[in-house]
């Protein structure tokens, strides 16, 4: 290049890139649900510098089978769940010991209350897991410490909910009995690796609430923290005097613990020990999981492409891995760190349902004060089974859907709303069938 002086000299210049194409650009397969498929995809570097190429999923989504309407999930645990050893408080304050040490706000218990469903299990993705077999809070059933600060505590062992890797916590949400005036409440994470006592207990992430005068209700509290492959995730509320954790009586898969050093119960105790059997704190954790698309797996996940060159990517899709049947899609994107937009592949897998399945499913409306039918999003319908449970959340439209096998016979469903009174119904899974089962919820309006 020649420079001339007092002109300007245009020089173009062309840098070497990496340039990076996929074919075919769509996967898709149908399976029976526990089976598998696979496919194949061509990676090719068509630019002018080598590549360094990383294959993952980036998306996914999920449809049931047979419905156009979506229902927010709280996963129960599946089976037995894994006990943890405490280690007794000597001099622990019990029942009876009103005033100092634990004990009800004074009030009568009463009728169980639904509380309204919080934003995290409102929202698409995630996953929510609990121990508690109902949402409602009931008045008057909750204990905490007289003297001071207490702590309410539960164990989620992570296997026991069939999440794999990490478990990535966003929200924490919990029943609120009372809150007698404004205050400030402590949402804790920790990973426990011994027996249940705070010497064993790691924090993972804390984060703190302010709760106004309130009654009969849930709080959702966005805290972080990540559990690790196959650990045993502890969730502590802590609070002052004047509140009160929502509870109830229904069943619980796994025991209520609490704490107080003002209390002489410096480690967690189950309240049951203290002489509450039926304090069952309603409390609830929303996480991602660090295998967001477990039924696909692609290899190899990396590799190095120079100019010209191409190579195939395997992709396995194992339905064993998913527990509804529906439509299951996810982007798998090609990312070559370069200039020019990353390449994907749309994989779509569509699982039909076993032979001895059939699908619960209907909607949940409410008659209004006003005479006015209304569908209800964010109703919990509860579905009582004779081998698990499972709590769904109602959509925008009021609907909830849910597949299960004929050995989940014979079904109880609960549906409740915020306002408005229990309805509950008997059930039946029918092979290969839809049964429908509609509530028309009647607001309370005395």
């Given at each position: ?8 000299t ?5 840098l070497a890139a990496?340039?990076?194409t996929v074919s075919?650009g ?5 399976v ?5 498929r ?7 570097n068509?630019?002018t ?21 979506s ?10 769940v ?6 007794t408080?000597?001099?622990a304050?019990?029942?009876g010991?009103?005033g100092?040490?634990?004990g009800?706000?004074?009030k009568r ?6 509380p309204?469903a919080?934003?995290?299990l409102l929202?698409d993705?995630?996953t929510?897991?609990t ?8 008045p008057?059933n909750?204990?905490a410490?007289?003297?001071g ?5 539960r164990?989620f062992?992570?296997?026991d909910?069939?999440?794999?890797g ?6 924490v949400s919990?029943g609120?009995e ?5 205050t400030e409440a402590t949402?804790?994470?920790y990973?426990?690796?011994?027996d ?6 790691t ?5 703190d609430?302010?709760?106004e ?8 509290v966005?805290v ?8 045993t ?10 509140f009160?954790?929502?509870s109830?009586?229904e069943?619980e898969?796994a ?42 797996d692609?290899?190899p ?8 060159a191409?190579?195939t990517?395997q992709?396995?899709?194992d339905?064993?891995?998913?527990d509804q ?15 020019y937009?990353e ?5 779509s ?10 699908k619960?499913?209907g909607?949940v409306?409410?008659?209004t004060?006003?005479d006015?039918?209304v569908?209800?999003?964010?109703a919990?319908?509860v579905?009582?089974?004779s081998e ?8 925008p439209e009021?609907?909830y ?7 989940n016979n ?9 306002g408005?009174p229990?309805e509950?119904k008997n059930a039946?899974?029918i092979?290969?069938?839809t049964?429908?089962h509609?509530?028309e919820?009647?607001?309370f309006?005395g």
């Amino acid at each position: 290049m020649t420079v001339v002086a007092d002109a300007v000299t245009r020089q173009d210049v062309e840098l070497a890139a990496p340039l990076l194409t996929v074919s075919p650009g769509e996967l898709s397969r149908e399976v029976r649900m526990g089976g598998s498929r696979s496919g194949t995809f061509t990676v090719t570097n068509e630019g002018t510098a080598p590549a360094d190429v990383e294959v993952a999923p980036a998306s996914s989504d999920f449809e049931i089978l047979g419905s156009a309407g979506s229902a927010g999930i709280i996963k129960g645990a599946a089976g037995e769940v894994t006990e943890v050893s405490t280690v007794t408080s000597s001099g622990a304050q019990g029942a009876g010991q009103d005033g100092d040490g634990f004990g009800r706000n004074g009030k009568r218990v009463g009728t169980p209350v639904t509380p309204s469903a919080p934003p995290s299990l409102l929202a698409d993705g995630g996953t929510t897991i609990t121990h508690s077999s109902s949402q409602d809070v009931t008045p008057g059933n909750s204990v905490a410490c007289g003297a001071g600060v207490t702590q309410w505590l539960r164990t989620f062992t992570l296997e026991d909910f069939e999440i794999e890797g990490e478990f990535a916590v966003t929200n924490v949400s919990f029943g609120v009995e009372i809150v007698e005036a404004a205050t400030e409440a402590t949402v804790n994470l920790y990973e426990l690796d011994g027996d249940f006592e705070y010497a064993n207990m790691t924090l993972l992430g804390s984060s703190d609430v302010a709760l106004e005068a309130q009654e009969l209700t849930m709080v959702d509290v966005p805290v972080t923290g990540t559990a690790s492959p196959g650990s045993t995730l502890v969730v502590e509320v802590v609070g002052e005097p004047g509140f009160f954790v929502g509870s109830n009586a229904e069943p619980e898969t796994a025991p209520s613990y609490i704490a107080s050093d003002d209390c002489n119960t410096p480690e967690p105790t189950t309240v049951e020990d203290l002489g509450f059997p039926d304090m069952h704190m309603v409390l609830n954790v929303t996480g991602e999981t660090t295998v967001e698309v477990p039924w696909l797996d692609v290899q190899p996940p990396a590799f190095t492409l120079e100019p010209g060159a191409s190579a195939t990517v395997q992709v396995g899709m194992d339905s064993s891995r998913v527990d509804q049947p529906g439509t299951y899609t996810s982007a798998v994107v090609a990312d070559g760190g370069t200039p020019y937009p990353e390449p994907r592949v749309q994989v779509s897998l569509s699982v039909t349902p076993p032979t001895s399945w059939g699908k619960i499913a209907g909607t949940v409306t409410g008659v209004t004060c006003d005479d006015e039918t209304v569908p209800l999003e964010g109703a919990f319908v509860v579905i009582d089974g004779s081998e698990y449970d499972v709590t769904l959340v109602t959509g925008p439209e009021g609907g909830y859907a849910r597949w299960m096998g004929v050995s989940n016979n014979r079904l109880t469903l609960l549906s409740s709303a915020t306002g408005y009174p229990p309805e509950m119904k008997n059930a039946r899974i029918i092979r290969g069938q839809t049964v429908v089962h509609d509530f028309e919820l009647n607001e309370f309006c005395g």
